[in-house]
């Protein structure tokens, strides 16, 4: 069963003096259930909007885009939030932590958002989760007392809370040292060998080679797939 199809999707920015940007032009792609796929482009060609319209944070301007079964298109914005939380983990640049709250709070949130699991089981699932990470002993800390690798790491957590069947990553390790990388590279290869169906996105070539496939895209078209 495909988890992400894109059929003829074009993502069309409106920049404030009237001028228009095609971000995403014309593209189809289908992604499988269990697939590990890196999504390689240089800055600029779309990897980031193609990841928002898979997670339904941003919607298309023409074409389908339907994901877990749900044609995102056909939800209006609180829809897509509430699909969400139960649909797909995603995994930021810039980790996107809410900073007033603990790592364990943090993993906690999305749980309590998609109420599920059930509350008993939250904190023992969110303790496995920073465990898996290598995080556990940070617990109590907030994110700006950790580094960009460990915040990183705590973000897959995140991701990882509500048990979606679907893992997005944009660029996940742009702002990483090389051991770091590895790690968050691994936590994705992890997460993908626990079931999660993973697209991540990445303008290293190296890094996309880790991936059981790699959907090149350049100028918001797809170019290999
Ligand atoms: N909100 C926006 N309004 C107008 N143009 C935008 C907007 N967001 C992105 N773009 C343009 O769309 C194109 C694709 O942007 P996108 O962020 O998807 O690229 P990317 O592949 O993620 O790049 P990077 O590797 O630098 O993150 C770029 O040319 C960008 O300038
Ligand atoms: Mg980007």
């Known amino acids: ?6 059929e003829d999707v074009w993502k ?4 404030g003096r009237g001028v228009e940007y095609p971000a995403l032009r014309g593209v189809s792609l289908e992604i499988g259930e269990g697939e590990f796929v890196a999504l390689l482009g240089p800055s600029g060609s779309g990897k980031t909007t193609l990841i928002y319209l898979a997670g339904g944070i941003d ?11 749900t044609d995102l298109g056909r939800l209006s914005e609180s829809e897509r939030a509430k699909w969400r939380r139960r649909n ?7 980790y996107h932590l809410v900073p007033t709250l603990t790592v364990l709070e943090n993993v906690l949130l999305p749980m309590d958002l998609a109420g599920h699991p059930p ?4 904190r023992r699932r969110a303790l496995e989760l920073l465990d898996l990470v290598g995080m556990r002993d940070k617990a109590d ?4 007392q950790l580094s960009g690798g460990e915040q990183q790491r705590v973000a897959i957590a995140r991701a990882l809370a509500a048990d979606p069947p679907l893992l997005l990553a944009d660029e996940p390790t742009a702002n990483l040292d090389t051991e770091n990388k590895e790690r968050v590279v691994e936590l994705l290869v992890e997460a993908n060998r626990l079931g999660k169906t993973v697209l991540y996105a990445t ?5 996309a080679s880790r991936a059981g496939r790699i959907v090149e895209i350049r100028d918001g078209r797809i170019v290999r797939s």
């Open 141 to 144: 800390k907030f994110p700006s």
């Open 12 to 15: 069309i920015y409106r920049t």
């Open 88 to 94: 797909v983990g995603i995994v930021f640049q810039f």
């Open 1 to 6: 069963m495909a988890v992400i199809v894109f």
């Open 59 to 69: 919607v298309a301007t023409r074409g389908r885009v339907v994901v877990n079964g």
């Open 203 to 207: 303008h290293d070539p190296g890094l």
């Open 119 to 122: 509350k008993a089981e939250r």
